[in-house]
């Protein structure tokens, strides 16, 4: 036999006490059960996981980043046809971006006057009209084509000849000069060194005003300005060395890029 534990009173088996003590925490340990029973019933409903719509900052960013490159170029542009030689010899900060935009310009103006020059014709403004508006036909929609392939090309090829370029000077600069300087600061002055020759090529198309030989005189007015910008900035680069150390390094890299650019197109 069993007893009860609150009263001492003799149990049966299976019998349970009815004394006050033993009911209360019958009563207690019931309720306990239920509620937690309830409280296991009632869960609360899932919450639906809404998206967040994260802010596109990376694209604005990149927008941003890309409308300042081309404010800078064209800050740039202008500020060098006012003053060649002070925009050269301290152009500022200059992105990746700001300097690609320029010689990609250079190119594509290049490019233009190659494809005016090749084709034999002179293209004015009224001659470019008729063309886009079909005056000559299928002709002329072929013309609007190459001046297309002749912007996309000169541009690839205004890239490719700038890394050409400025990477021989940038070479020589490291291992003659054993000067250190990083490579976008080095380069960056390079982006100026076309635009002379890119500025008559310029005048030549949209004016249509050029022969062959015109642009021959165009051409070696063009070189002459580029010869004189590459020598200033390595003037003010290699500002401790003799006027003719850094003259005959000069002709040094240009015979090797014109090396450079000559086989390559032979290959091409």
Do not use: H
């Amino acid at each position: 036999m069993r007893e009860c534990i609150y009263c001492g009173r003799a149990l049966e088996k299976g019998e349970k006490c009815t004394c006050a003590m033993s009911v209360a925490k019958r009563m207690e340990k019931e309720g306990s059960t239920q509620k937690s029973e309830n409280i296991k019933k009632q869960k609360p409903p899932k919450e639906k996981k809404q998206r967040v719509k994260r802010p596109k900052i990376k694209r604005e960013r990149v927008n941003a980043d890309a409308k300042n490159a081309f404010l800078r170029a064209w800050q740039l542009f202008i500020s060098f046809i006012k003053s060649p030689a002070d925009t050269v010899m301290n152009p500022g900060e200059m992105s990746w971006a700001t300097i690609i935009i320029l010689v990609i310009f250079q190119g594509i103006i290049g490019g233009l006057c190659v494809f005016s020059v090749v084709t034999g014709a002179v293209r004015g403004p009224i001659s470019f009209l008729g063309n886009a508006m079909g005056f000559k036909g299928m002709a002329g929609y072929e013309v609007i084509k190459g001046w297309a392939l002749a912007a996309v090309s000169g541009a690839l090829g205004g890239i490719l000849v700038f890394y050409i370029y400025s990477g021989i000077f940038y070479i020589i600069n490291k291992w003659i000069m054993r000067q250190f300087s990083p490579y976008r600061e080095f380069v960056k002055r390079f982006a100026f060194v076309a635009l002379p020759l890119s500025l008559l090529g310029a005048a030549s198309v949209i004016l249509g005003l050029f022969s062959q030989t015109t642009f021959i005189l165009l051409i070696i007015c063009g070189l002459v300005g580029s010869v004189i910008i590459t020598y200033e900035i390595l003037r003010s680069m290699w500002y401790s060395k003799t006027p003719g150390k850094i003259m005959y390094l000069m002709m040094l890299s240009v015979f090797i890029f014109l090396l450079i650019v000559i086989n390559f197109i032979k290959i091409a």
